[in-house]
């Protein structure tokens, strides 16, 4: 279904303040494994919304972010659609960031009372209070940061916005009080441990939340199989050093970087 719809690919969706409540900027919508996180292995169906507040030099969603590309599709449409995928019990609404749009909510509670299991991916910058079976948040380490060097179009123009927004402890603390949760960091080196475990720090003395270290994932970057081949096992040495659990990328395991995967 509406897969990389051109509508509207020159918008850059940072604002949701006009945006139709019925409907949603949908990048893409599957039916595939979970890859990533407690849950993966698990039959999900996928609905991808486009645009967001950061621009992670390495996003491996580019055209939700950089580039947003997609379709409107309405709340109704989007439920049809999720329901077409007859052995799916669990949903997973990610982006680009869907907290960024409010209709989101509305999805949520429509697939609650359909009885779906429901998972959020996040980058943890926003929260909305939503029927979320699993918030997946994976907060972003300032080597996500596009620098000049790093930036996908070459010149640093995001690095000053993305590094102001990337962390937001009451938002973290909000969703980790609200709602079942894994906090899912992209690992780009072992530099990033550091930062992990002072923001940890933080975030733990915000909440009232217990945060186990088995509910702390690191996760190899990596969009291709031959990028996980030389990531994944400095990562996973990582997870055993700190005592967190690892995350594979399934789906690049399993199908690379093919799309609607
Ligand atoms: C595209 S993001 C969408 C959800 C939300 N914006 C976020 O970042 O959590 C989905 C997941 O992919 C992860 N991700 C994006 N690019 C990646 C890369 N190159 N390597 C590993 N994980 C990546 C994100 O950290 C997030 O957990
Ligand atoms: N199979 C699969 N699992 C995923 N888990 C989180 C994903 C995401 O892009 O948010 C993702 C994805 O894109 N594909
Ligand atoms: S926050 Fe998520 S969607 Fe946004 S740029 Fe980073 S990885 Fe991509
Ligand atoms: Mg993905």
């Excluded at 949701?16 to 996180?37: H, K, R, T, V, W």
């Excluded at 609404?93 to 009372?113: A, K």
């Excluded at 003395?205 to 400095?234: C, F």
Aim: proline share 6%; aromatic share 6%.
């Amino acid at each position: 279904m509406p897969v990389n719809s051109t509508a509207d690919s020159e918008s850059s969706t940072t604002d949701a303040g006009d945006e139709d409540l019925a409907a949603l900027p949908i990048n893409e919508l599957f039916y595939s494994l979970q890859g990533e996180g407690t849950l993966a292995g698990v039959p999900s169906v996928f609905v991808r919304t486009s645009g967001c507040n950061l621009r992670c030099w390495f996003c491996d969603s580019y055209h939700t972010s950089w580039e947003p590309t997609h379709g409107t599709m309405s709340l109704d449409d989007i439920v049809a659609e999720v329901e077409s995928h007859e052995k799916a019990d669990h949903v997973v609404l990610t982006g680009g960031e869907p907290l960024i749009h409010e209709q989101p909510v509305e999805l949520l509670e429509r697939l609650d009372e359909l009885g779906y299991h429901t998972t959020i991916e996040t980058n943890g910058t926003i929260y909305r209070d939503a029927p979320i079976d699993l918030a997946s948040i994976s907060p972003k380490l300032a080597s996500s940061t596009p620098t000049e060097e790093k930036d996908p179009k070459g010149d640093g123009e995001w690095a000053e916005r993305h590094e102001e927004r990337r962390i937001d402890v009451d938002a973290l603390a909000d969703l980790v009080d609200a709602y079942d949760s894994q906090l899912k960091f992209v690992v780009t080196g072992e530099d990033d441990l550091p930062e992990i475990e002072k923001l940890l720090e933080r975030v733990r003395d915000a909440t009232s939340t217990t945060i186990p270290d088995s509910d702390v994932l690191l996760m190899p970057e990596g969009v291709t199989r031959e990028q996980l081949d030389d990531s994944r096992n400095t990562v996973a040495e990582l997870a055993i050093e700190y005592g967190y659990r690892y995350t594979p990328r399934l789906h690049v395991d399993l199908w690379n970087d093919a799309p609607g995967t």
